[in-house]
């Protein structure tokens, strides 16, 4: 037999699609010719893989090889091919019957001692090969507790080359994933931790209950970094399918902890004031890779000293922020990421950073205005909720902690108002009172009465805010209502959604 294939899956961001990975081994020159838009790794496989196979005590065929990728029209990314081409090759020259792996799909990087290694993004190729109808794959043995992750899988490991040929020829068994850890207990910063601010308090449950985006303005030691790592400890923890969603994209970016276990907590994602755009929105040579956005999707990103990013790495924000996902283009191809993350930015009043105000600050007001100014009105007007928090008194901060409530006592109230809203906006398939389209709010029988929206109109004809800021108060005063056990918002949700809106009365 000079023809076999075996199955494999290539990723397109955090999307896989079956590959069927044929070898042809024909009389003429010894060479080895790969098609299907390889990239360089896996053009440098050849190499990989004849080094394997000799090392593993098979004999490599002195034949012309043609290896071709398919659907060869889609590109094809990385090393997690070389254990299909490996065994193709050996199908091919008559080496090893291939029955055994018929509608299997084999994943894996070959070393040149026929070990094989873990590769990135198991998951979704896994989950890839169960949308195909494929119930059968065999992964390196570092990545077998992700791949089994994946139900009505049967999920096979190898640590070598040696023992998938021994398994194919002379049906040795092969190793079976090992035992997944209990997932560990909830741990991280509680926010009874924090003393005084019950205005940033609010903002956070508030921010938290509706998914909106926040900003914490306020001088240092106001609590503003304390407040914003400890929004995690107040989210729910994800459902099935946004476990597999956030799941995948550490797997993509190679960030998935040891143990296997589906990402049941919501990420938090903090990066340095010195990070790049590709850092934040995805990038890289190839095929892009997914950035802070992504890897915070469906938990936090946090700007700490945001004034202090650049302007490009701010301005990238605004479409992830709007639409909930990342279009990466590139030479090499294009590719999609998933971005609904929660946006937190912490900011100083002035560049000096003391209690500005004072004989203390050092900046005129030009240079406080100049300084905020870094965040363009664009960026802050898909901000919902702004609060500019006070210097902590002695008092508050002299208070004891059993005083402030928990992180448990405040989740159980998000908890509960996310779960009217999600009941209330099944109809349009959505979970959460930030993802409403501002023209559903505004239409029967959502609208408000004009009685409660008087204020806020009135607002919207002088200018003060903007259409799209009209929407968004609007949705904040739904989450409002939904803490406090309302089913509609009244006058007063509208008014409280205003000030954490605008900053006003804070």
Known sequence: MSYAKVFCVGLVGVTGHLVEVEADLAPGLPAVVISGLPDTALHEARDRVRAAIVNSGQRWPNRRITLNLLPATMPKYGSAFDLAIAVAVLGGSGELPLVPLDGVVVLGELGLDGTVRPVRGVLPMVAAAARAGRDRVVVPLDNAAEAAVIPGIRVRAVDTLHRLVSFVRDGSPLLEPPTAPPPPGPDGPDLADVAGQGLGRRALEVSAAGGHHLALLGPPGAGKTMLAERLPSILPELDDDAALEVTALHSVAGLLPPGGRLLRRPPFQAPHHTATVPSLVGGGSGLARPGAVSLAHRGVLFLDEAPEFSKGALEALRQPLEHGHVQLTRSGGGTEYPARSQLVLAANPCPCAKPAGDAYCECSPLARRRYLGRLSGPLLDRIDVQVKLLPVRAAELMEAAVAS??????????????????????????????????????????????????????????????????????????????????????????????????????
């Open 405 to 506: 409530e928990s992180s448990a006592t405040v989740a159980a109230r998000v908890a509960a108002a996310r779960q009217a809203a999600a009941a209330r906006w099944a109809e349009v398939g959505r979970m959460l009172n930030a993802e409403i389209p501002g023209p559903h709010l505004r239409r029967p029988p959502w609208r408000l009465p004009a009685r409660d929206t008087a204020e806020l109109r009135g607002r919207l004809d002088s200018g003060a805010i903007s259409a799209r800021g009209f929407d968004r108060i609007i949705r904040l005063a739904w989450t409002i209502a939904d803490l406090d056990g309302r089913d509609r918002p009244q006058r007063d949700d509208v008014r409280e959604a205003t000030q954490l809106r605008t900053g006003e009365g804070t």
